[in-house]
């Protein structure tokens, strides 16, 4: 039993942990654009416009991490900003 749930936190993992955001200056959720914006109704390519545009916070490695806590403090401010 307990290897099978770790197992699926493995999984989960690699679409959304903690990590330390510079942004915030605190550990925060960090995911993929595609699950953030699944998290936060966003749309996967609004999520890299948002990245590009450096509306949010996000970290670079091998891939694109976003922080979700901006990406929903954005969403919150821009309710009449839609597009
Ligand atoms: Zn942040």
Known sequence: MIEIDERIAVTNSEEQFEAYCSGCKRMTEMATPKTAGVLTEI???EVFRLIESKEIHFIENARVLVCVASLR????DSNTASE
């Open 43 to 45: 749309s996967e390519r």
């Open 73 to 76: 403090e954005l969403k919150a």
